[in-house]
């Protein structure tokens, strides 16, 4: 069965830190993974997506993530964090299937401190 | 681009009422759109699948006599909530792909509606 696990509920970094927000998936085929952003009471932020090609993707706000096919991986990475960017954080593998839904992980809290 | 709206944005409604909420994609057409539910500092959990001109797929567990999806145009869906409950309290958010060109495999979300249900 097709799964993704954020392996951290909560990451605190500090101001001006690199930080890292974990993903591992488990697939058949070749996966489509995503990022998406939550700040309180709002929808979801597209931030960035694999899909085929180079395994360091950028994508909004500075951010980016490897594709690590051998780990099974897609961690979330941004070279300095921002007080701002604390919020909420899924990681999603697309289903398998013609039905493009996304399975979903349980979401990392990322607190920056100042 | 890739613009998502919902309305209304927070709803309070007493129990037995029902409510809808709209899903709009602004800025572009959207064949499919999904219903999430979302309850406090937990993730996302799908209710249906929403294509536009034919009936919703509704997932494991989601009563589709209580949750009514329509989608009747490529940049509308709604979802109505009937003989809302308290239990029916919870976020709801919507998303949606685009019909056609090169992002029709990531959705694009609205702001979220938040009902209370007394």
């Known amino acids: 069965a097709q799964s993704v696990a954020q392996p951290e509920d909560q990451v605190n970094v500090a101001e001006g830190n690199p930080l890292t927000v974990k993903c591992t998936y488990s697939?058949?085929?070749?996966?489509?993974l995503f990022w998406y952003v939550q700040y309180p009471n709002r929808g979801l932020q597209f931030l960035l997506k694999?899909?085929?090609?180079d395994n360091l993707v950028k994508g909004s706000y500075g951010f980016e993530a490897e594709f690590n096919k051998s780990q099974t991986s897609f961690h979330l990475k941004k070279p300095s964090a921002l007080v701002s960017d604390s919020a909420l954080y899924f990681c999603?593998?697309?289903?398998?299937?013609?039905?493009?839904?996304?399975?979903w992980g349980l979401g990392t809290s990322l607190a920056v401190n100042p | 681009g890739a613009v998502v709206s919902q309305h209304p944005s927070r709803v309070i409604c007493k129990s037995g009422t029902s409510v809808k909420i709209e899903c709009r994609s602004l800025d572009f057409q959207a064949t499919t759109m999904f219903w999430y539910r979302q309850f406090p500092k937990q993730s996302l959990m799908l209710m249906a699948t929403s294509n536009e001109g034919s009936k919703a797929t509704y997932e494991q567990g989601v009563e589709k006599d209580k949750f009514l999806i329509n989608h009747a145009s490529l940049t509308l869906s709604t979802l109505t909530v009937t003989s809302a409950h308290p239990e029916d309290s919870s976020f709801y958010i919507c998303?949606?792909?685009?019909?056609?060109?090169?992002?029709?495999?990531?959705?694009?979300f609205g702001p979220g509606t938040r009902l209370t249900v007394l």
């Open positions: 999603a593998v697309r289903d398998t299937g013609n039905n493009r839904k996304l399975i």
């Open positions: 998303s949606a792909i685009y019909l056609a060109g090169k992002n029709t495999d990531t959705q694009y």
């Open positions: 697939v058949s085929g070749n996966p489509y």
């Open positions: 694999y899909i085929t090609g």
